[in-house]
């Protein structure tokens, strides 16, 4: 029987929220900093974040490598320091809570039942390994997945291991029924408008995510029109969203009021918009097709206190040549993206 998800908590996906892609802390031997990796979370659920995603492309997909090991263990506590804030908080509604789920069926299906009994809403589910499979191929292993716990569909940008998914896959991929989100994220305006009107054409309400943190602001302020249909993407699940996220949830209340009262989008908006696609690709490392983006969004976290250092599971994954120059020069442009004040008031306590 198809596991259907908690009305509350659709009901927020399809409204609309700050999902940030959680993060690995690690200590400087590379193994896991729990004490770090909880404040990680507690930093985004006080920072106004309605839900996070954990064991995603920021995560760091080798955490999924049996031999690694840290799939589970990751998961777990990202669950048990949720659980821990909405028992001290008391939430109207539940954090969202979502799990990154990879590889062919037989992982995948190993994987998602984790997600499911550590108690995750949903799974993101990448389709990086099925580079050479047929669309037919790939809905089912959709369809046996979907069979499990709801489905956050994931078009990955080719860049960091992705694989071009077609209109006829989004159409087809609407159709299943435990479907509830798509997180849009090739970093192309051609594939993205695939996803919106195969949605669009489907008659499915089904929540659109933006993925694309080249294009934030811009994704969230367009009303994308297909015949008689409008269609809108309503959030982000995001790499950009796991810095500076109280910022990030100011952007998306002030985007959501903008919409609703069907108001003119404000210049400052576009700038705005701009704004954010520079600090983008100096921190995602675009310049060196984003071989830095995971150490770069350390990087930030590192600043304000929250990681320790900047390393990644990879010992050669570090910092491009110039890019922390970039990444100060976007600090220096744009204070008021950062939310450092925010975190030095409450580091010692998320630390705790």
Same mark, same amino acid.
């Given at each position: ?35 770090? +990796? ?8 006080? $920072? ?41 908080? #008391? ?7 979502? $799990? ?73 991929? $609407? ?53 008689? #249909? ?51 690709? $100096? ?39 110039? +890019? ?6 976007v600090y220096k442009s744009y204070p008021h993206l950062n ?14």
């Amino acid at each position: 029987m198809v596991e259907k998800l908690n009305k509350k908590i659709l009901k927020k996906i399809k409204k609309g929220t700050v999902i940030p892609a959680h993060p690995l802390a690690l200590t400087e031997k590379r193994s896991l900093d729990e004490k770090r +990796q909880k404040a990680l979370t507690r930093y985004y659920l006080s $920072a106004g974040a309605g839900g996070v995603a954990i064991g995603v492309h920021t995560t760091q997909f080798e955490i999924h490598d049996k031999k690694i090991g840290l799939y589970r263990p990751v998961l777990e506590l990202g669950s048990e320091t949720i659980s821990e804030f909405e028992e001290e908080h #008391k939430p109207d509604i539940p954090v969202v809570r979502i $799990a990154g789920v990879i590889g062919k069926t037989q992982q995948a299906v190993e994987e998602a039942t984790i997600a499911k009994e550590l108690g995750y809403h949903a799974v993101l589910l990448s389709l990086s390994a099925f580079k050479n499979s047929t669309n037919k191929d790939m809905l089912e292993h959709v369809r046996t997945i979907s069979e499990i716990v709801p489905i956050f569909g994931f078009y990955l940008q080719t860049a960091v291991g992705g694989r071009v998914l077609d209109y006829h896959f989004w159409r087809d991929f $609407a159709e299943i029924e435990n479907v509830i989100a798509i997180k849009i994220a090739p970093f192309n305006r051609y594939q993205t408008i695939d996803v919106v009107r195969a949605i669009a054409e489907s008659g499915r309400d089904i929540a659109l995510y933006t993925g694309n943190d080249d294009n934030i602001v811009f994704d969230l302020l367009t009303p994308f029109y297909f015949g008689n #249909k409008t269609v809108r993407i309503v959030g982000g699940l995001l790499g950009h969203w796991a810095f500076w996220t109280s910022k990030a949830v100011e952007i998306l209340t002030r985007i959501h009021s903008v919409v609703e009262k069907g108001l003119p989008v404000p210049p400052d908006l576009l700038k705005l918009g701009v704004e954010v696609t520079d600090c983008n690709a $100096a921190i995602f490392d675009a310049a060196n097709n984003f071989a830095g983006c995971i150490p770069g969004i350390h990087e930030i976290l590192r600043r304000q206190g929250l990681l320790k250092g900047n390393w990644t599971l990879k010992e050669d994954e570090i910092l491009s040549p110039g +890019q922390k120059e970039e990444i100060d020069r976007v600090y220096k442009s744009y204070p008021h993206l950062n939310d450092d004040n925010f975190v030095s008031e409450h580091l010692d306590k998320w630390l705790e």
